[in-house]
């Protein structure tokens, strides 16, 4: 038949021919995931070696520091900013490639120039024998948190149009392979990130060897995250995304104003229910990251350099978990039930570990991250991969801002309240195991809200409701 060479394209609806239809290749997905293990080395170096220089090295107040690095996560409603005019103005011709390309290089630079400013506040405080609180110090301290601020919009503006490409590029049934296998190379950058770092920075820092070491770090590192982010999208965009059949409005990107990006955002209510769900989850799955280290050394007499090796075994539960679910759990499961199963598998995990400090046996802490890993693995896998379907074509890249707004927000909340749940325990409990306990039930008991709002989620709904939003855009235009 003469339509045999057409097939109908779900998101608009329109014929499309086969030929131009190119499913991305198990090859291009590994390529593409080497802008995520980009960025888990970025996050070596903002959260591994500058923490520990600002905090011990020159010594600056922990909690001055915290703020300071917590600032990326604080310009996040950026995000929404960002996806919305990827969405809407191609950059060099390209929706989302050329805004990779340009947000690497700026938060590439901007780690490089946070360096220089931190000698800065050191030579202050050498001069001053110490941290005091002067013009000099307030003032340099300033323009820390600026340049962490840019590199907090940089990251903002590449990785949100590169989530918007992944959307572009995948379909319905491949869509968990894509992030499987993208999200695993996050964690496959953090060690690489680790074990570069090692390598360039001495052993026995000294002020003579130390600050070009650190320079050197921030001068290699930046720069082959860089070129990795270049290497990871290029050509992939103009190959294999659908977004110019996909969307309706790809002709008429005047019309994408933000106001109307917020009104499709907005229109169903399932968009608000999804976005609860990831902030409680988000929250829940993260409230132990401020108290395994310290749970390790004060229950389980875990020397530092042990404590700190802790995240291999969650890091390598994750690892499998992504493999497993991409490939094989969530094409039999589905997204939404393997999601669910996440969350239970997450609870239980969270609840072994606070059991393990009764033990006091470091094996049982160890084996409990490690479950702990592959139920986060398959939580993630799972989430992200519906995250992905609750987007539409016109609007990608808002919605994906506003979801990783959503887990921006919710990671530093969940920090937070890690630790303030942990001071309530020790001060209301009267042992520090159920004390660290308590953190963890509370993670379990999270956990299981989130089934609540994920169970009235609904992807049809959202589509329907959305696609109609689009249309009342459309048609505000036309009068």
């Known amino acids: 038949m003469a339509t045999s060479n057409f097939v109908p394209d779900p998101e608009s609806g329109q014929s499309i021919k086969t030929e131009s239809v190119k499913r991305v290749d198990l090859l291009t997905v590994f390529r593409l995931g080497l802008f995520q293990m980009g960025l888990g080395m970025m996050s070596i170096l903002t959260l591994g ?9 020159i010594a600056i107040p922990a909690t001055l520091v915290a703020v300071v690095l917590a600032l990326p996560a604080f310009v996040a409603p950026a995000r ?15 929706h989302r490639t050329a805004y990779v390309w340009v ?10 120039l946070a360096v220089q400013v931190m000698w800065q506040l050191n030579n202050v405080t050498n001069d001053s024998n110490g941290w005091v609180w002067n013009t000099q110090t307030i003032g340099w301290i300033s323009v820390l948190a600026l340049v962490f601020a840019v590199y907090g919009l ?18 319905e049934d491949n869509r968990s392979q894509v992030v499987g296998v993208v999200w695993s190379m996050l964690m496959v950058g953090i060690i690489v990130g680790a074990i570069v770092s090692g390598r360039i920075l001495p052993s026995q820092a000294t002020t003579v060897n130390f600050q070009p070491a650190v320079n050197r770090l921030f001068i290699i590192v930046p720069t082959i995250v860089f070129g990795l982010s270049i290497l990871a999208t290029l050509g992939v965009e103009k190959k294999y995304s659908l977004y110019s059949q996909r969307s309706t409005l790809v ?17 169903s209510p399932q968009t608000a229910l999804f976005f609860t769900f990831l902030v409680v989850m988000t929250i829940s799955l993260f409230m132990q990251d401020a108290v395994v280290e310290p749970y390790a050394g ?19 539960g994750i690892l499998i978990a992504y493999g497993v679910a991409g490939f094989f759990v969530v094409p039999r499961l589905g997204k939404r039930r393997t999601t669910r199963m996440g969350c239970v598998l997450v609870a239980f995990a969270a609840l072994l570990l606070g059991a393990s400090g009764f033990s006091a046996n470091p094996a049982f802490l160890k084996l409990g991250l490690v479950l702990f890993g592959l139920a986060a693995g398959f939580l993630t896998t799972g989430a992200i991969s519906l995250m992905l379907d609750l987007t ?8 994906i801002g506003a979801w990783g707004l959503a887990q921006a927000l919710a990671r530093g909340t969940a920090v937070v ?31 299981i809200v989130s089934i609540w709002f994920l169970n009235r989620v609904s992807v049809t709904e959202f589509q329907t409701t959305t696609k109609q939003a689009i249309a009342s855009v459309l048609e505000s235009d036309l009068d």
């Open 49 to 57: 070696v500058l923490n520990r220089v600002m905090i011990q090295e």
């Open 80 to 94: 929404i900013w960002f996806g919305q005019l990827s969405d809407a103005k191609p950059l060099w011709g390209y």
């Open 103 to 112: 947000g690497a290089a700026v938060f590439a630079i901007a780690s490089f």
């Open 154 to 171: 940089a990251i903002c503006a590449s990785s949100t149009p590169f989530a918007a490409l992944l959307v572009d590029i995948s379909q």
């Open 251 to 267: 002709n008429r990107e005047d019309s994408i104003t933000l106001g109307s990006a917020w009104k499709i955002l907005t229109a």
């Open 298 to 316: 004060q229950v389980f007499k875990m020397p530092l350099a042990q404590s700190t090796q802790l995240n291999a075994f969650y890091g390598t």
């Open 392 to 399: 539409v074509a016109e609007a990608a890249g808002t919605f």
């Open 417 to 447: 309240i890690g630790g303030a749940a942990l001071d309530v325990g020790k001060r209301f409990l009267p042992t520090l195991e159920l004390a660290y306990g308590f953190v963890f039930l509370l993670e379990a008991v999270g956990m």
